[in-house]
């Protein structure tokens, strides 16, 4: 049994020279070929899932009826055929947070910015979910992301974590209607993205960040309510929320947080914000 990583992921992660996308049928091919040169008497199936069904479909369909003289048998598990249909999917129970908190926003022409572009699929299925008045950005490390570039999709290089990288994005989209932390995940990006970007978000947009579950995780700068987590700082947003009933002088100020933040909405690992101009 041989396991093909696709770029970007297990031991060869960065030795890659450009990030993978559904269309590079030619690394399966590749990899298949290398199959038969080292061992030419095997008979090969190839079992494949999600985006690498995508891949394999692909190459059976580019090799037509030479497929039959490559392989034995093939499975393709759950490929991401139909990005409408995968845009649909986000009002399924199990991903129904996020139609719950964007749904207001499609068919308008709204400034989407997602931080963490990796393969670019979701690029697309926001561009198709929100619709053809919005404008989707993505923003990465990699230069290599550049080639997701598309009508209406835009790709940002720089750092999450660099404050001087994210004020002139604050400059250049504005406003920002719905922010997406989904980049690297540590405690540093994600509060310096939050406190940068958060207020440079319309006043009824939304703030969504990902897999915090990476504020238990040392190696991401975590730990379980630790003085860096920012699961643990963004408990300290609830009391901003609140601060209008404190009384001093032992309570907290009224924050500029506290007059734009409507509600928190906590998920497996996953923080929601929704911003409306609020008063006492």
């Known amino acids: 049994t ?36 080292v061992a030419p008497a095997a008979t090969l199936g190839v079992l494949a899932f999600s985006l690498g069904a995508n891949l ?45 908190h964007f749904a207001r926003f499609r068919g308008k022409p709204v400034n989407v910015v997602e ?10 299925m926001w561009k198709t979910y929100f619709g053809e008045s919005a404008r ?26 660099d404050r001087r990288f994210l004020e002139s994005l604050m400059h250049s989209i504005s406003p920002i209607d719905v922010l997406i932390d989904d980049g690297g995940h540590t405690m540093r990006q994600q509060r310096t993205t939050f406190e940068l970007l958060f207020p440079a978000i319309a006043p009824d947009g939304v703030y969504l960040c990902e897999d915090l579950h990476t504020s238990y995780w040392p190696e991401y ?3 379980d309510h630790g003085p860096n987590s920012f699961l643990e700082y963004s408990k300290t947003l609830i009391d901003r929320l609140h601060a209008w ?21 906590y998920y497996d690992s996953v923080l929601v914000i929704e ?5 006492e």
């Open 2 to 37: 041989i396991r093909m990583d696709m770029r970007g992921y297990g031991a060869g992660a960065r030795l890659a020279r450009h990030p993978f996308h559904c269309g590079r049928s030619d690394d399966l091919a590749a990899a298949l070929g290398e199959v038969r040169r």
């Open 56 to 100: 394999l479909l692909k190459m059976l369909g580019e090799a037509g009826e030479r497929a039959v003289h490559q392989v034995a048998a093939t499975l393709a598990v759950n490929p991401a055929t139909d990005l409408p249909a995968c845009s649909a999917a986000l009002a399924r129970p199990g991903n129904r947070l996020y139609d719950r």
């Open 115 to 124: 931080i963490g572009v990796y393969q670019g699929g979701s690029l697309q």
């Open 136 to 161: 989707i950005f993505g923003v990465d490390l990699n230069p290599l992301c550049k080639q997701f570039e598309e009508e209406r999709v835009q790709v940002l290089i720089g750092d999450q974590a």
């Open 221 to 223: 700068g975590g730990g």
């Open 245 to 265: 009933h404190s009384r001093p002088p032992n309570g907290p100020p009224v924050y500029e947080f506290t007059r734009s933040a409507h509600s928190l909405h």
């Open 275 to 279: 911003k409306r101009p609020m008063s």
